[in-house]
């Protein structure tokens, strides 16, 4: 059975599809069979890959990318995990945590990640993600949910991201994406190096 990553957070702009593209490039990298899955109706991903395999002939081992909608991914992830063919899902969503559909994706995913930056407002948000989790957690115990410390400048000690986090009911892993470009400027294709540690990481936590 495929294991499903969820990157979910109540508001945009924490950090979803930047970790997730990251995250399912290098997992790719490390030789595990990925397939990423956008719910943002935009599509921005599956429109950079087309992109990127126009301009270049060769683009070596690559992953599948499907577009989903909030309401539709639950569904259509429970045919994926069953699949044979696929180690990893990671799923970029984008809806609220209160939606419906959202709150399906919980009951299918193994994690949760829920990235943020350490601005008052999005811990405040992260706070309200985990709160409006706890119902599909209860339905779903294997859940994992994950707090990703995003977008810390260059210089913020660990001990200052963990205070500013424990009072989250979730898991604080114990590593961070700091603010930069060379994860912004990411490849559908090819994995960024930095990320790896990252990935690593959150590879822990899905035996
Ligand atoms: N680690 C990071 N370093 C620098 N900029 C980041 C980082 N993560 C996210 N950003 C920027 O923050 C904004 C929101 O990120 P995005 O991944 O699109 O969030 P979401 O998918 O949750 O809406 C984007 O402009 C993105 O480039
Ligand atoms: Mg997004």
């Given at each position: ?6 990157f ?61 909608q ?39 995913s ?27 957690r ?34 604080i ?35």
């Amino acid at each position: 059975m495929a294991k499903v990553i969820s990157f979910i957070s109540r508001k945009g702009g924490t950090g979803k599809t930047t970790n997730a593209i990251n995250l399912a490039t290098t997992l790719n990298a490390l030789g595990k069979r990925v397939v990423l899955v956008e719910t943002d109706t935009n599509y921005t991903l599956n429109t950079l890959r087309k992109m990127e395999v126009f301009k270049s002939k060769d683009n070596g081992r690559t992953f599948d990318i499907l577009g989903s909608q909030d309401q539709a991914v639950a569904q259509e992830l429970t045919d994926l995990k069953n699949s044979r063919k696929t180690d990893v899902v990671v799923v970029d969503s984008a809806g609220k945590t209160t939606d419906e559909g959202i709150k399906k994706l919980c009951l299918v995913s193994d994690v949760v990640i829920v990235p943020t930056s350490l601005t008052q407002n999005d811990l405040l948000v992260t706070y309200q993600t985990v709160t409006d989790l706890a119902p599909a957690r209860q339905l779903n115990p294997q859940l994992k949910i994950l707090i990703l410390p995003n977008r810390i400048h260059t210089g913020t000690n660990l001990y200052t991201v963990r205070e500013s986090l424990k009072n989250l009911d979730a898991i604080i892993l114990p590593i961070i994406v700091p603010q930069k470009n060379l994860f912004v400027n990411f490849s559908t294709v090819a994995a960024e190096k930095a990320y790896e540690p990252i990935a690593q990481e959150i590879l822990k936590h899905l035996s």
